[in-house]
């Protein structure tokens, strides 16, 4: 008997609408939310239950590096920047209009509230032109991105205190982080801050006694006064820094070299024991990262190394359920590997240009509420004494007021159904995200 040939995967949508190479992509709002940002600058906001921007604006003059969410009601947005021959082809009107919005981290309030105050016009219908309606900016921080290295972001595991020494509970505040940038004058060195306060909260020099380029990938974590930084870099390293109380220096825990080539991508697991890195050369890899046991077990080396045959492989994410993780590839395939054994499972194809970034949304997730129920009575027998007219226009109250309500049916089954798919986005260079729908 021969074995059935099943046919390619194919992506369940492809949402169209930037003009330029898409760079980096982040679920938000229990996936009710995909915000993705593309090489021009451009941010734009899609509501995932019907596939439709509700939100774009130009955020800055040049790529968006990289996309985070803090809470429901903010997204944060990093450029990288323009270069000399670009900056000197700007106009004195475009040096005034990107003023404060490039080598910046820009923390930008947008919560489904604020949607309705900005406009969605797409940044291939824009004709290039900036949007006049802008999200409110909540805080800008100047940072170094001449590295091309995108920030990571945690939450801080400081308690906060009020005036008289008390935990603040309040858990309508903000909850503050940390964010983790490439170090403003050291290349090689890295910065952490902490928002709200926008204030320098530590600094991780650059290890002096390797040569190690510039940083290239981040993750953070925290936990009370424990901090723990993994960096890729430009020489193919990989290093863990910790440090233990606050003021105190970071110490290197780890240090590996698995690859040839610079380290282009690096993601954290959500069990936070182990991270991996992916790199302009064919090798993924597998390190520890012992947070939660707080003492080193394991040998200094990889856990695992990985020899996938397939180069430039970036946009390393992990699901949140820590069974799949996928890569971005630079010959147009999205790749999905099992984070247990590190085996390819599978290929997904539809681009015909190169891959630069992916998004898994949260698994897990419940949904929304079921939708309210019409109550249905029977008409009584008895005689009814309302004049007809009265009666006609109690009809179609009831029947607007039932229609409203099958409508608001289909809304929130719409959006329960975006909620708790298993969503991988995958970003390329023609402009177009693919919404894949697997394991």
Same mark, same amino acid.
């Given at each position: 008997m021969s074995s059935e040939i099943l046919p390619p995967a194919q992506p369940a949508y492809i949402l169209r609408g930037h003009s330029a190479q898409v760079h980096a992509l982040h679920f938000t709002l229990d996936n009710q939310r995909l915000v993705t940002g593309d090489a021009d600058g451009w941010l734009v906001s899609w509501n995932l239950a019907? *596939? !439709?921007? @509700?939100?774009? #604006? !130009?955020?800055?003059q040049k790529g968006i590096l990289g996309i985070g969410s803090w809470g429901r009601d903010c997204i944060i947005s990093y450029c990288y920047p323009l270069s000399n021959e670009q900056d000197d082809q700007q106009t004195d009107t475009a040096r005034d209009s990107r003023h404060g919005r490039d080598n910046k981290l820009i923390v930008w309030r947008l919560g489904p509230e604020d949607e309705g105050n900005l406009e969605n016009t797409l940044p291939i219908d824009a004709k290039a032109v900036a949007s006049s309606k802008q999200p409110w900016i909540l805080h800008i921080l100047t940072v170094n991105t001449l590295n091309f290295c995108s920030f990571a972001m945690c939450n801080d595991g400081m308690p906060q205190l009020n005036s008289n020494g008390l935990t603040l509970l309040d858990k309508g505040t903000r909850k503050p982080i940390l964010v983790a940038v490439p170090?403003?004058?050291?290349? &090689? &060195?890295?910065? +952490?801050? %902490?928002?709200?306060?926008e204030s320098r909260a530590a600094v991780i020099h650059a290890d002096r006694n390797i040569t190690t380029g510039m940083v290239m990938a981040l993750a953070i974590l925290a936990e009370t006064t424990r901090i723990q930084v993994a960096a890729g870099y430009e020489s193919g390293h990989t290093m863990v820094f910790v440090q233990t109380d606050p003021g105190a220096s970071f110490t290197r825990l780890y240090c590996a070299n698995p690859h040839r080539q610079p380290v282009l991508s690096l993601a954290l697991s959500h069990s936070r024991d182990y991270y991996l890195t992916s790199s302009?050369?064919?090798?993924?890899?597998?390190? /520890?990262?012992?947070?939660?046991? &707080?003492? #080193?077990?394991?040998?200094?080396? /990889? +856990? *695992?190394?990985? %020899?996938t045959k397939h180069a430039g492989q970036q946009g390393l994410q992990i699901r949140s359920d820590n069974r799949i993780f996928s890569t971005a590839g630079w010959d147009a395939r999205i790749r999905v590997y099992s984070a247990k054994t590190m085996k390819e499972l599978? @290929?997904?194809? #539809?681009?015909k240009t190169g891959c630069y970034a992916t998004a898994f949304a949260q698994t897990g997730l419940v949904g929304s509420a079921p939708a309210p129920q019409i109550e249905q009575t029977e008409p009584e027998s008895v005689s009814d004494p309302t004049p007809s007219a009265e009666r006609e226009h109690g009809a179609e109250l009831a029947l607007t007021k039932q229609q409203s309500s099958v409508v608001t049916s289909i809304q929130q089954r !719409?959006?329960?159904?975006? %909620?708790?798919t298993h969503w991988l986005a995958a970003g390329s260079k023609d402009g177009k995200v693919s919404l894949w729908n697997i394991y």
């Open positions: 019907f *596939k !439709r921007p @509700v939100a774009s #604006w !130009r955020a800055h170090n403003t004058i050291d290349s &090689g &060195g890295i910065d +952490l801050y %902490q928002f709200p306060s302009a050369d064919a090798i993924i890899a597998k390190h /520890p990262f012992p947070f939660v046991k &707080g003492v #080193w077990k394991t040998e200094l080396k /990889p +856990l *695992k190394i990985c %020899q599978a @290929v997904l194809s #539809w681009h !719409r959006e329960e159904k975006a %909620q708790t």
